[in-house]
């Protein structure tokens, strides 16, 4: 049956893991665990970043932004594959295929150009520290973070508006967890060399030319570091970017291997369990490696917890 791309039309089914009925059941348990973890550890880095005044710098600002953004990232993706992984329905509507397609591109592209911003943060923070209060001014840290969502949104409404244009003649059954561009042009029923050298070039945009940036960032701090003679001074320069270079290993190093490995080089389970990886393990990374390794939101965390103990027994 052939058929064009409306929202009027059936949607798609989400194969997923549906193959492996008792992984399921024990993904089913693992990805409601860690959603739940992701949310509030994610609300909790927004909180104390809000609330104690000592967390109103640069660094904790693009951090909250992160934080939020990892929450609007796994809400667009997990609730649905929460619901095709308890149930036997695994269908999802073409308008909420729509909706998951531009929103988790969108949010996903804009981690990437904001992660870059927080290196550059780093950067100013340990290489120039004489000008850092006025080179990350309030103002100009707006304008970066407006850049990252900006240039989130732009990449979506181009990439995911030439994807949905395909004509996919009647292919309903993804073969992923979610709706991705990647897998959408699979059930395309014509060529499609337009569309995968604009995923390659927006590959490159979005994923090689940050993680340079990152890398240049990085390769100058190291040598700044170097020229410390003092070992706690070493010390604490390292300890203000190491929690921000794990985050970039750990997401650069899993969208690196969807996005820029061909897929014939990669088998189908592979490639689902490296997007489970940063659609669900990643974003609850974040708040623990930046808790766990901060004294500055450790210590706003004791105070946070010390007032709302204070405020229960007062009531």
């Known amino acids: 049956m052939w058929w064009t791309n409306d929202s009027t039309l059936p949607g798609f089914i989400l194969v997923g893991f549906s193959d492996q009925p008792q992984l399921e059941l024990v993904l089913f348990g693992v990805i409601l665990f860690l959603y739940v973890m992701t949310l509030l550890g994610n609300a909790t880095i927004i909180l104390v970043s809000l609330l104690d005044s000592k967390l109103h710098t640069p660094m904790y600002f693009f951090l909250s932004h992160l934080s939020f953004l990892d929450l609007c990232f796994t809400s667009s993706i997990i609730p649905q594959l929460l619901v095709n992984l308890g149930g036997s329905d695994k269908s999802i509507t073409y308008g909420g295929c729509v909706v998951q397609l531009y929103v988790s591109l969108a949010l996903g592209s804009t981690e990437c150009v904001l992660l870059a911003v927080m290196s550059y943060d780093r950067y ?128 650069y190093g899993t969208i690196i291997f969807m996005y820029l490995q061909p897929a014939k080089s990669r088998s189908k389970d592979q490639g689902k369990f490296v997007s489970l990886f940063y659609t669900v393990v990643t974003p609850i990374l974040n708040p623990l490696i930046y808790t766990l390794r901060n004294k500055e939101v450790k210590e706003a965390l004791r105070k946070l917890l010390r007032f709302i103990h204070k405020s229960t027994r007062i009531e």
């Open 124 to 251: 100013i923070a340990i290489c120039c520290p004489l000008h850092y209060a006025f080179a990350m001014r309030p103002g100009l840290c707006h304008s970066l973070a407006s850049v990252a969502w900006l240039s989130g949104v732009a990449t979506t409404l181009v990439q995911s508006t030439l994807t949905l244009q395909l004509p996919f003649c009647g292919h309903r059954q993804v073969d992923h967890f979610f709706c991705e561009v990647p897998v959408l042009i699979k059930l395309a029923c014509v060529d499609t060399t337009f569309n995968q050298a604009e995923l390659f070039v927006a590959s490159v945009l979005f994923l090689v030319v940050p993680l340079s940036l990152i890398l240049i960032s990085y390769w100058h701090i190291a040598l700044a570091v170097l020229k410390i003679k003092s070992a706690i001074g070493r010390h604490k320069a390292l300890g203000t970017c190491s929690s921000h270079l794990m985050v970039v290993i750990i997401f």
